[in-house]
């Protein structure tokens, strides 16, 4: 599995996004980890060019949703953004891998 998956089965759709919502989801997992200071947070790239791949491919009526895999576990599962067409994903981008 690339980093950018077209037409990916496994994956449960929790929420409509936005770029900016999706800067604030991130922000708020990276803080779950603890593992990052705080100014890490603040130099995150703009969402856009982590998200371009599903933007450039949009089209009237698409939607960004935030998603994960329907199973997840240690080490297993992932979490990210998809381009939803037509009430499917066509596009996934992996963010976050357990």
Known sequence: MSMLDRNPGDLELVEETTPDKFREWLIEKVGEFGRFPLDFVERLPDP???????LDSM????????????????????????????????????????
Do not use: F, H, M
């Open 59 to 98: 089209t009237t009526g698409d939607s960004l949703w935030l998603c994960r895999t329907k199973r997840r576990g240690p080490l297993y599962g992932n979490e990210g953004v998809a381009l939803v067409r037509d009430g499917k994903p066509i596009l996934y981008v992996r963010v976050i891998q357990y």
């Open 48 to 54: 856009r060019a982590r998200l371009a791949p599903l």
